[in-house]
């Protein structure tokens, strides 16, 4: 259970090193680089979903469990977003990110006609957060991380240590965009970076606390009951991925998102086949 509640704090723990990049290289904060790094983030997620998860779904229960859980694990996670839209938190971490491309490239306020607006932008960096923004992005963040926890637990049962190695890898690259994007518009918006990194601090602990619970809670369970959990993590990943990652990352490097998104996915493959999963 240390050993899970580590691996899934060391993935989180992206948020702290995206945080120090963009405050010590502000230049991060532009949108071609937020981009580039979103892109091979998302191809690496795609990777693990596939390979370290849905693959090995597959081998413990076969295809019904695995399609149930990607399912449930779908409508869980759009449902919580929907949720929080109903009751004003509708500005999630993509959206914000999001909102600062589109109007550096037009040259606009970004948020027009949105509950929460996102952040201004001036030539593709970012002007500041507002205290609902910056609570908003938090809890988006939570969100985020549950289900990636959930799943590095469950691979410490179901597959091999060299699995959840390279799947922590792979959430560890994704996070990094993320966060610098955040961290800019918190920064931006006149918090202090020891703040920020207490922030980030507190989802590196809800990420060990849940790898922790998807590891232990599991223990003993039937290859169904993990091979159902652990798809439904994948099912989560996916909505993150195709709702807030990839739309950002073409919206800012275009055609180039799809090669670098190729390279992202290689070399979360290639940690899981180096480690031997």
Not at 9 to 23: F, K
Not at 156 to 171: D, E, M, P
Not at 232 to 237: K, Y
Request: charged share 10%.
């Amino acid at each position: 259970m240390l050993e899970a509640a580590l691996f899934g704090a060391v993935a989180q723990s992206a948020l702290l090193v995206g945080a120090l990049l963009v405050w010590k290289f502000p230049h991060l904060k532009k949108p071609k680089y937020v981009g580039g790094l979103m892109a091979f983030g998302a191809g690496a997620v795609i990777s693990a979903v596939t390979i370290d998860l849905v693959s090995v779904s597959y081998d413990e229960a076969g295809a019904g469990p695995t399609a149930i859980g990607i399912g449930i694990g779908c409508l869980i996670y759009f449902g919580i977003i929907a949720l929080l839209e109903r009751k004003g938190h509708d500005t999630q971490p993509a959206e914000v990110i999001e909102a600062e491309m589109a109007a550096a490239e037009a040259g606009t306020e970004p948020g027009a006609g949105t509950a929460a607006p996102a952040p201004a932008t001036h030539d593709g960096e970012v002007h500041g957060a507002t205290k609902q923004e910056a609570r908003n992005m938090t809890i988006g963040m939570v969100i985020d991380g549950v289900p990636e926890s959930v799943a590095i637990g469950l691979t410490l049962h179901t597959a091999t240590v060299g699995v959840s190695a390279a799947l922590v890898g792979s959430i560890f690259i994704a996070a990094i965009p993320e966060a610098i994007g955040i961290a800019a518009a918190l920064l931006a918006g006149g918090m202090v970076l020891g703040k920020i990194l207490l922030r980030f601090a507190v989802i590196v602990v809800i990420g060990a606390v849940f790898a922790a619970l998807g590891y232990s809670v599991l223990y003993g369970a039937s290859d169904a009951t993990q091979a159902l959990i652990q798809s439904i993590a994948a099912g989560a990943l996916l909505v993150v991925v195709i709702n807030e990652m990839i739309p950002i990352a073409v919206r800012s490097v275009k055609q180039w998102a799809g090669l670098i998104g190729a390279a992202g996915f290689v070399f979360s493959a290639g940690l899981t086949w180096a480690t031997g999963g």
